[in-house]
């Protein structure tokens, strides 16, 4: 059993985007046994604009020096940038907190790495909920586990699968299905949009027999996504409606809270929920 530290994890923030901003500001406000260790960011000037009101400004690193002195590592990057930061975080044993998570099942060797070095990978349950009892019902016999999203258009427009298959969002009047099927192949064609249904996936039955559906529906001004699952030992469904961050229709403003959940989870002396 892992002992709660007894000195502050130094967490560094790879990102400064609609998570990660949100979440180094609250590590700069001061909590238990966590300190903010250093944040990267493309555009250092513009990062250290955004970072004016910090208390204690942590330093600004490459993507290449943002392991340096950390022990935690939280992931906020493009899906191009993913695998580079992984295999450093990992190669030094180091708990690593993708929220990129589609990248993962597309580098599933990363796992093998971390149990070679000693490293962790702990994933947020992000936008969704209920992962702890999908994991739980997942140790008996689950016979299907389905999840539908619903977003605004805005937040689907700019997905690669959209451009590429030339579908015009604008303006749309009625909800329109993208996608339905297995969440291993939604991954591909929304690589920073189903992220929700990824986690649920690795928690519970696995990439290929997940359900997903995807839909870009005007009617909703949330992000919203219903999960049902029917196993031996239970039966529910559970619909979430996540406010979108400002700035990013494609993000929940939960994720980053749960990204602050997760971080506190390896620090607690008490913890509730798997």
Known sequence: MQNVPDHPLKVSVAGLGAVGLPLARWLDQGQPRLALHAVSARDRAAAATRMADFS???????????????????????PALFRPLAEKVLRQG????????????LHMDLVDLAEASGARIVIPTGAIL????????????????????????????????????????????AP???????????????????????????????????????WADPGVTRNTHVIEVDADSTWFRMEIAGVPSPGNAATGKLTPLSAMATLEGLVSTLKVGS
């Open 56 to 78: 204690t400004r942590p330093k600004i690193r490459d993507l290449d020096a943002i392991c340096d002195g950390a022990d935690v590592v939280v992931e906020g990057l493009p």
């Open 94 to 105: 180091l708990i690593f907190v993708p929220l990129t998570v589609t990248q993962l099942i």
């Open 130 to 173: 209920g992962l702890d009892a999908v994991r739980a019902a997942a140790k008996g016999d689950v016979r299907s586990v389905t999840m539908m999203t619903r977003k605004p258009p805005a937040g689907l427009i700019n997905t690669p699968y959209v451009i590429e298959q030339g579908i015009d969002l604008n303006g749309l009047a």
């Open 176 to 214: 329109m299905k993208l996608y339905e099927g297995p969440v291993r192949d939604a991954a591909q064609k929304f690589p920073a949009n189903v992220n929700v249904s990824v986690a649920l996936a690795l928690a519970g039955i696995g990439l290929d027999r997940t359900r997903y559906e995807i």
